[in-house]
């Protein structure tokens, strides 16, 4: 079974920098993708960022993209979100998601995860 614990969430000022971090259990964890998700209220969940397996590969979404940057750490099983330039529209509950095999072409679908973090809020301030 496998457990995934978002952290770092916290108030933060707009332009400001966060970094949150995904801790995994489970011995899949280097042979799986692994996404960030957010969802604000009213509105559905949105992919942010996801990363290869041996994180050589990396996406972003675009409202992200030069902003954000996804890592990972197979020897730790952890995955980060470096988010700077944070803006008030940056404001959601944001999940860890892990891959449910080795390799997808459909990094920003939901459904290409099999296991989800419970979610942590990243609420910024304008």
């Known amino acids: 079974q496998v457990q995934l614990v978002e952290s770092g969430g916290r108030l933060v000022q707009a332009g400001g920098s966060l970094k949150l971090s995904c801790a995994a259990s489970?011995?899949?964890?280097?042979?799986?993708?692994m996404g960030w998700f957010r969802q604000s209220p009213g509105k559905e969940r949105e992919f942010v960022a996801a990363?290869?397996?041996?994180?050589?590969?990396?996406y972003y979404a675009d409202s992200v993209e030069g902003r954000f940057n996804i890592s990972r750490d197979n020897a730790k099983n952890m995955v980060d979100l470096q988010m700077n330039g944070l803006e008030s529209e940056d404001t959601a509950v944001y999940y860890c998601?892990?891959?449910?095999?080795?390799?997808?072409?459909?990094?920003?679908?939901?459904?290409?995860?099999?296991?989800w973090g419970q979610g942590t809020q990243v609420t910024v301030s304008s």
């Open positions: 998601a892990q891959g449910s095999r080795p390799y997808t072409v459909r990094w920003a679908d939901a459904s290409e995860y099999a296991y």
């Open positions: 489970g011995r899949i964890f280097s042979s799986r993708f």
């Open positions: 990363i290869s397996r041996t994180g050589d590969f990396t």
